[in-house]
């Protein structure tokens, strides 16, 4: 986006209609708040600069899409301002958004922990928010990329590359950073900034992380091993999946604790939770002496793993000549490893970007800016990171419904 020069904008003999909105951004949340508008009468333009909607549902679940999650409390997510997601959670709720997934016949399937996804394709939930849209009467007008953006007597102008466009109400529906490849940038902050709110902070989130040269000489190796684990900052900690990768390590548990990583923070990694593996090799020293240490730990971890370990920490032999130091010093490998990640993948393969336009200064009923009356900022934008399994897109169906219900045709305003 460009400065807001006057050059950029339309002259007044130029100029069409005020919409009541105009929505930037087709995705998500930017899809929902549209529709929601429309239904009420509403006319609503919606804005991308892609040449598709909605590419990040494409992407999502493995190209299933995991498009809630039944259990979505504001415990699942992350802001400076924590109770500020309550309302518009509770205000749509995911059988609210289900309803409308059963209305159009798309089936779908629970996996763990309350997350739903499609039977056949994401595709199905682009195509059922783009019904719902042109049914309402919502226009959606792609490859459009926004030059800049003003206010000027309470109507909000927009300057594309394909003419210019003024509404009653401005929604910003653009994302955040995570994806470059599909168009992700910092946009909506900019926006933001330009009428004066504040920006917390942004970084990668639910994202993998990424080792040392000499870290990755042991565990390169691993590449594609997963295990069941629990990784620990602090208080926070996640029982899930863990992968081995060519960098370092991903999986469900490294991206739900990414969230809550910074630089030169450990990370406790429990690559078998529930085993008693010092219990184990102390039963082996007695019952198999003369069995190796890592086919004793292989029976606890996968043989690679336990092979890996045991290299890694210079143990071997009969696990007959290991004193209880030694076995201590695995258990401590298994049960307590200290992870020191030298960063993250970052905003590359990010699945959502933490921080973003303060909410201190957005109700939490309507999205709307306090003090900047009309202009909206729904979804990802939002200083409001959900965790993994479905709670982002239900968020983004919250916030872009409670934007949708509180903006205003113009023969009622």
């Known amino acids: 986006m460009t400065s807001s020069s006057p050059d950029s904008f339309a002259s007044p003999s130029q100029r069409h209609e005020p919409w009541d909105a105009v929505v930037i951004g087709a995705g998500a949340a930017g899809l929902m708040t549209a529709l929601t508008a429309a239904r009420r009468g509403c006319r609503v333009l919606v804005l991308d600069h892609a040449s598709k909607p909605a590419e990040k549902i494409r992407i999502s679940g493995g190209g299933r899409c995991n498009f809630t999650n039944l259990g979505t409390t504001e415990k699942h997510f992350l802001s400076q301002n924590p109770r500020f997601c309550i309302s518009a959670l509770r205000a749509f709720k995911p059988q609210d958004f289900l309803s409308m997934v059963d209305a159009h016949g798309i ?4 996996k763990a922990l309350g997350q739903l996804f499609c039977d056949d394709s994401a595709q199905q939930i682009i195509d059922m928010l783009l019904d719902e849209l042109k049914k309402a009467g919502g226009v959606l007008r792609l490859t459009t990329e926004i030059k800049a953006v003003r206010k000027v007597e309470g109507l909000f102008e927009i300057a594309t590359s394909r003419g210019s466009e003024s509404a009653h109400a401005l929604v910003i529906a653009s994302g955040g950073k995570s994806i470059p490849k599909i168009g992700a940038s910092g946009f909506g902050y900019d926006i933001a900034r330009q009428f004066g709110l504040e920006i917390q902070p942004t970084r990668p989130a639910l994202v993998p992380f990424t080792f040392s040269e000499v870290d990755k000489q042991w565990s390169v190796p691993l590449s594609g091993l997963s295990v069941d684990a629990e990784v620990r900052i602090g208080k926070v900690a996640f029982r899930e999946g863990l992968l081995f990768t060519h960098r370092g390590l991903s999986g469900p548990s490294i991206l739900q604790i990414s ?4 630089e030169g923070t450990p990370v406790t990694v429990n690559l078998a939770p529930g085993a008693d593996t010092l219990a184990a090799l102390k039963d082996a020293r007695s ?19 336990a092979k890996a370990l045991c290299e890694r920490e210079k143990i071997s032999g009969n696990i007959a000549q290991l004193g209880d130091k030694a076995l201590r010093r695995i258990d401590d490998c298994v049960h307590r490893w200290q992870v020191s990640p030298i960063g993250t993948e970052g905003y ?12 201190r200064a957005i109700s939490q009923k309507t999205m709307e800016a306090r003090d900047v009356p009309g202009l909206y900022f729904v979804g990802e934008v939002l200083d409001v990171t959900g965790q993994l399994g479905g709670y982002n897109f239900q968020w983004a169906w919250a916030s872009g419904h409670a934007a949708g219900k509180a903006i205003k045709a113009a023969d009622k305003l």
Not at 259 to 262: G, L
Request: glycine share 6%; proline share 5%.
């Open 107 to 110: 089936a779908w399937h629970e």
């Open 259 to 262: 969230s809550h990583w910074a």
């Open 287 to 305: 019952t198999h002496p003369k069995q190796d240490v890592s086919t004793v730990l292989s029976t606890i971890l996968p043989k690679r793993l």
């Open 348 to 359: 590359r393969t990010a699945e959502v970007t933490l921080g973003g336009v303060d909410t």
